[in-house]
């Protein structure tokens, strides 16, 4: 290290002379002696000075390379032997002092062994959400795919990131998975399996998404917020909701049907579909033409309003409900 260090310092004073007054030569030297911050290819401060296996060992100081590569047992071990020249490059590369963190083996080796959302046990995504017991909080940061979940996870907040896309395989085997709220992400499109299998979900609120399409639903779902979307009447299966026999609440809200989308099962309380592009809707929607006797005490709250439909013209469609549905009536 001598020898650069001399140059570098020659080359100081010289520049302090006055750059205008420096020979050519001289700066073209002095620029190659300071490799500048960023620039992983910058070469060693050692100018004209030529490595090779015999000089090598005096330039680049490697008396404490194993003490910057202990990492403890979590990485292999790094052998000095592995830098011994040639190949003259990488150990110019590996024994450079830590100006970028490719050129580093002390900055790079770590981060590979680092948890996140990318690992494949409960542990390292509890680092990047905040886990209390069975819930796992993984508001506002950034994430871009459904994290892996510990297998006892009941209560999932996902809300303000950019998840586009969920997987069939995203809960696989959550059986405990109770609670999953995705509001506010970009999602866009759901595997069709992805919340077959789970027996235990009873919220869903995807509430704020991109979605024109449901996927299937479990048969335990209790309440379903898919407001603010871009659900079309094409996305939803026909009888998507009858075999759902707890669903209570069905937010549809702000998006994109055209059609009231039932029959409903006779759990349903709460149906909201206001603010949609709705025209018409089945004489089955609600209630069964077939029996007259038959009342839904349950439904109660029911909002068509912010739809293009004359509801007057669907005189037969009420008879069961407990109250006529919010919406335009001329
Ligand atoms: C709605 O339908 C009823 C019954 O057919 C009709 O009398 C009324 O004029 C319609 N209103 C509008 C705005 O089309």
Redesign the pocket.
């Known amino acids: 290290m001598r020898l650069p260090a001399f140059l570098g310092l020659l080359a100081l004073v010289l520049g302090e002379a006055g750059t205008a007054s420096l020979p050519k030569e001289g700066r073209k030297r002095r620029e190659e002696q300071t490799p500048r911050e960023g620039d992983s290819n910058a070469a060693l401060p050692v100018g004209n000075y030529v490595l090779n296996p015999d000089n090598y060992g005096n330039i680049i100081d490697l008396s404490n390379y194993e003490e910057l590569t202990d990492y403890g047992d979590q990485l292999p071990e790094v052998k000095v032997t592995s830098l011994a020249p040639p190949p003259r490059a990488s150990p110019t590369k590996s024994s450079m002092p830590a100006r970028t963190s490719s050129a580093n083996p002390m900055m790079t080796r770590p981060t590979a062994g680092l948890p996140g959302p990318s690992a494949n046990h409960g542990l390292p995504t509890c680092l990047v959400c905040v886990c209390l017991g069975s819930s796992v909080y993984c508001d506002d940061i950034d994430l871009e795919d459904i994290p892996p979940l510990p297998w006892m996870t009941a209560y999932l907040y996902a809300r303000y990131n950019r998840i586009s896309h969920i997987r069939a395989g995203d809960f696989e085997g959550l059986t405990k998975l109770k609670w999953v709220d995705l509001s506010s992400n970009s999602i866009s499109s759901i595997d069709n399996d992805a919340f077959r299998g789970l027996p235990a979900l009873q919220h869903l609120i995807l509430a704020g998404n991109q979605l024109a399409a449901l996927p299937v639903l479990p048969g335990g779902i209790e309440f379903l917020d898919i407001r603010l979307n871009r659900l079309r009447s094409s996305g939803i299966r026909p009888e998507a909701f009858r075999a759902l026999k707890k669903l209570q609440f069905l937010f549809l809200a702000d998006n994109l049907l055209e059609s009231v989308p039932g029959p409903f099962p006779l759990s349903l309380r709460s149906l909201h579909l206001q603010n949609n592009r709705i025209e018409t809707m089945q004489r089955d929607s609600f209630c069964d033409p077939e029996e007259h006797k038959h009342t839904r005490r349950q439904l109660e709250d029911i909002r068509l309003d912010g739809n293009p439909i004359?509801?007057?013209?669907f005189p037969s469609a009420y008879f069961c409900l407990p109250r006529l549905p919010v919406g335009?009536?001329?």
């Open positions: 004359n509801l007057s013209l335009r009536f001329t």
